[in-house]
Structures are given as C-alpha cells and as structure tokens.
T-cell receptor, first 114, second 114 residues
Framework: AQSVTQPDIHITVSEGASLELRCNYS??????LFWYVQSPGQGLQLLLK??????LVQGIKGFEAEFKRSQSSFNLRKPSVHWSDAAEYFC????????????FGKGTSLLVTP | NAGVTQTPKFQVLKTGQSMTLQCAQD?????MYWYRQDPGMGLRLIYY???????DKGEVPNGYNVSRLNKREFSLRLESAAPSQTSVYFC?????????????FGPGTRLTVL
C-alpha cells in the first residue's frame, strides 16, 4: 500500500545536540516531498520541500533534508537543536497518480531537554 | 496578507447539533482543502475544492458537507455532530491542485462534541 512512514513517534534530544527525523515513503511514482512543523496549538508551517534538482534542500529555521531515492527516504536534520524547536513534525508526499493529494505521515513529536 | 484564516478557533457542541466551520484565504489560490487531525493519525483529507465551483470527497468525508462559496471561502458543515467528530480541523489552500505545490494551512479549529 502507498504510505508515508515516520518510524519515530517521539524523540527527545538535548538542547544543542543534533537532530535527525526519519521519513520513508512507498510510492512508485516520482514523489514531491515536504516537511511541515506544528508548534503546540498552532497550524502547520512549511519547513522545506523537494521537487527536483539538488537532493539536499535547505529550509527555514536551520533545517535541511536529504532525498535518497534508493532508500525512499527524506530525512530531516538540524545540526544544533534549540528549545524552540520542540514541536510536532510531519513528512508529506505528493504524487501525480493521486492528483497531487498531500499524504501525511503520522508525525514525530520532538521534546527538547535543557 | 493574512494567509488562511479559520473561525471559530474553539467550539464545543452537543451530539446532534450542527455547525459550520469557516475558512478564507487571501492568496488568490484556486484550490482549498479541509483536513482533520487526530492523535497518532496525522492529517486526513475530508473534502477538497480543486477550483471555484467544484468540490470532491477526500479520505474521510462521512458526516460532513462543504461549500465553496467563492474563490476565497470554503466552509465545512457538520449537520449532526457525533463524538467521533471531536478533532482539530485545518483548512488549507494551494495555487493549483493539478500540479505539485505547497499547501498553506490555517491555525485550526478545535472541536469537541459531547
């Protein structure tokens, strides 16, 4: 079945430590990939997206993500986490076969400790 | 430029009551969407409107109706609310559903059905 998987439901990191959030997808067609962040009680904000070209994309707030076609992955990274990064992170995929419907993973909740 | 706005922010209903959630966007986007977010489920598409005058069902349309009032506004109606419809509802818009592109989200409506 076509799906977006975020294997980690919760992640805890110390402030200043590096972060990697995993995202895998299972679609045969070329995917268009997104990461969104949702702060508590807020809507979703786009962090970054990948459509084509350089497989390492830079986003807002110091985040980056790398598209690896061979691994069907689009992992989100940040070299040094700040307390304000505590939030829920969603990976999402669009493909032409589904009319560019935005399919979301179930999210990863990030907790940042002092 | 307010982006996507939603009203109300919070609502409590009794089982069987009806209500309409309002959404408006000022980005001149053609396509608009309604999602619901439940714990551990990510976001699921309820209905969408690819362009003014059209609406289509998403993944979880049962119990809901929508109206694309004009290019700016897209409302979601619960005719007879049920406890299973307790959720956070997000409206989103995008330039054109027929191509890959970013969806922009509103701040959400938190609905409780008792």
């Amino acid at each position: 079945a076509q799906s977006v998987t975020q294997p980690d439901i919760h992640i805890t990191v110390s402030e200043g430590a590096s972060l990697e959030l995993r995202c895998n997808y299972s679609y045969g067609a070329t995917p268009y990939l997104f990461w969104y962040v949702q702060s508590p009680g807020q809507g979703l904000q786009l962090l970054l997206k990948y459509f084509s070209g350089d497989t390492l994309v830079q986003g807002i707030k110091g985040f980056e993500a790398e598209f690896k076609r061979s691994q069907s992955s689009f992992n989100l990274r940040k070299p040094s986490v700040h307390w304000s990064d505590a939030a829920e992170y969603f990976c999402a995929v669009q493909i032409v076969d589904s009319g560019y419907e935005l399919n979301f993973g179930k999210g990863t909740s990030l907790l940042v400790t002092p | 430029n307010a982006g996507v706005t939603q009203t109300p922010k919070f609502q409590v209903l009794k089982t069987g009551q009806s209500m309409t959630l309002q959404c408006a966007q000022d980005m001149n986007h053609n396509s608009m969407y309604w999602y619901r977010q439940d714990p551990g489920m990510g976001l699921r598409l309820i209905y969408y409107s690819a362009s003014e005058g059209t609406t289509d069902k998403g993944e979880v349309p049962n119990g809901y109706n929508v109206s694309r009032l004009n290019k700016r506004e897209f409302s979601l109606r619960l005719e007879s609310a049920a406890p299973s419809q307790t959720s956070v509802y997000f409206c989103a818009s995008s330039p054109n559903r027929a191509s890959p592109d970013t969806q922009y989200f509103g701040p959400g409506t938190r609905l409780t059905v008792l």
